[in-house]
């Protein structure tokens, strides 16, 4: 039977490199659902700004979630966990605008560095993720996004300087709107860096017997201040998320390959098919059949690639 690994398709940790060595930044276009419904908890390096242009979509940061409409926006400091939902039956379009902090480093012992990026980076500063069309923020780094958006296809060729330069003036405006963490925020953030030791348990272990004892094991916790910890982090609890993930990487594998659903099933740890059937069926509308029917899948010996949900127009 064949078995995608897991860590290849939804990983929990991105490592990616967005951009060039030389310009760690970059745009991407998407579509819900047209290119994917959702893209799974995860986190990366990068800060990252998600800005809708139309419809409406779900972002969840740190177990909160937002609702965008036009104009809202989101942004995520480094390290931030946070996922991209389809919200309801509803159509979005965005953008992700993604630069890597080794973008503002100048000097070794660069003071710019020093004062407003490493309080991002360490948890001592921080900045209100949701904001709507009419914070303060976002009237004050809409033209900035505009900027890159309208000359995302140049960036990199003709368009660097200006890119380079309104990525600072985003930075600038985070710190201005940006607060010193309290010791509180530092605490629960330290918690939920130990919880990111089960998402790694998920990833590792999606497809064999998984519980809640064993995850709270891996975190360091007992099982009821690991479910309460977790339904904070995420959003949802545990078993919840475990049921989730799977779905996700089961929705890709009907995509990207020409297995039989009922391999797929027992590939993402779905041992019961009628079980399966009924959860996928919940999550996306549709059974696993006609989920890949929809997605324009052909079956002639050859498998159909699925499109990235990071993907540079």
Same mark, same amino acid.
């Given at each position: 039977? +064949?078995?995608?690994?897991?860590?290849?398709?939804?990983?929990?940790?991105?490592?990616?490199?967005?951009?060039?060595?030389?310009?760690?930044?970059?745009?991407?276009?998407?579509?819900?659902? @047209?290119?994917?419904?959702?893209?799974?908890?995860?986190?990366?390096?990068?800060?990252?700004?998600?800005?809708?242009?139309?419809?409406?979509?779900?972002?969840?940061?740190?177990? =909160?979630?937002?609702?965008?409409?036009?104009?809202?926006?989101? *942004?995520?400091?480094?390290?931030?966990?946070?996922?991209?939902?389809?919200?309801? @039956? !509803?159509? *979005?379009?965005?953008?992700?605008?993604?630069?890597?902090?080794?973008?503002?480093?100048?000097? @070794?012992? #660069? /003071?710019?560095? *020093?004062?407003?990026? &490493? /309080?991002?980076?360490?948890?001592?500063?921080?900045?209100?993720?949701?904001?709507?069309?009419?914070? &303060?923020?976002?009237?004050?780094?809409?033209?900035?996004?505009?900027?890159?958006?309208?000359?995302?296809? +140049?960036?990199?060729?003709?368009? +660097? &300087?200006?890119?380079?330069? =309104?990525?600072?003036?985003?930075?600038?405006?985070? %710190?201005?709107?940006?607060?010193?963490?309290?010791?509180?925020?530092?605490?629960?953030?330290?918690?939920?860096?130990?919880?990111?030791?089960?998402?790694?348990?998920?990833?590792?272990?999606?497809?064999?017997?998984?519980?809640?004892?064993?995850?709270? =094991? =891996?975190?360091?916790?007992?099982?009821?201040?690991?479910?309460?910890?977790?339904?904070?982090?995420?959003?949802?609890?545990?078993?919840?998320?475990?049921?989730?993930?799977?779905?996700? &990487?089961?929705?890709?594998?009907?995509?990207?390959?020409?297995?039989?659903?009922? #391999?797929?099933? +027992? %590939?993402?740890?779905?041992? %019961?098919?009628?079980?399966?059937?009924?959860?996928?069926?919940?999550?996306?509308?549709?059974?696993?059949?006609?989920?890949? !029917?929809?997605?324009?899948?052909?079956?002639?010996? !050859?498998?159909?690639?699925?499109?990235?949900?990071?993907?540079?127009?």
């Amino acid at each position: 039977m +064949e078995h995608i690994p897991v860590h290849e398709i939804i990983p929990v940790h991105e490592t990616k490199t967005h951009g060039t060595a030389a310009l760690p930044y970059t745009v991407y276009h998407g579509l819900i659902p @047209e290119l994917i419904p959702s893209f799974p908890l995860h986190w990366h390096d990068d800060f990252e700004v998600i800005y809708c242009v139309a419809g409406q979509m779900e972002v969840t940061v740190w177990g =909160q979630i937002y609702r965008l409409c036009p104009g809202d926006l989101v *942004a995520i400091l480094p390290r931030g966990i946070h996922s991209i939902d389809q919200c309801g @039956e !509803k159509t *979005a379009e965005y953008f992700n605008i993604m630069f890597h902090p080794a973008l503002f480093r100048g000097s @070794e012992e #660069d /003071p710019c560095y *020093a004062k407003y990026v &490493l /309080p991002f980076l360490n948890g001592k500063r921080v900045l209100k993720c949701f904001q709507p069309k009419s914070s &303060l923020f976002n009237q004050a780094v809409t033209p900035c996004i505009l900027s890159m958006l309208e000359h995302r296809r +140049e960036g990199y060729s003709t368009h +660097e &300087l200006l890119m380079k330069s =309104q990525l600072f003036l985003l930075l600038h405006h985070m %710190n201005l709107f940006s607060t010193a963490a309290t010791g509180d925020n530092g605490l629960l953030h330290l918690s939920y860096g130990r919880l990111k030791n089960a998402l790694y348990y998920v990833q590792h272990s999606y497809d064999q017997e998984i519980t809640v004892q064993k995850a709270a =094991q =891996q975190c360091g916790f007992s099982e009821s201040h690991f479910m309460k910890l977790f339904r904070e982090f995420t959003g949802m609890s545990f078993n919840a998320y475990l049921v989730n993930y799977r779905l996700e &990487l089961a929705a890709r594998q009907l995509w990207e390959t020409d297995l039989r659903a009922i #391999d797929i099933a +027992e %590939n993402c740890g779905f041992h %019961n098919q009628s079980y399966f059937t009924r959860a996928f069926r919940k999550k996306y509308g549709k059974t696993p059949s006609e989920y890949r !029917k929809s997605r324009g899948f052909s079956t002639h010996g !050859k498998t159909t690639t699925m499109p990235s949900s990071r993907r540079r127009p």
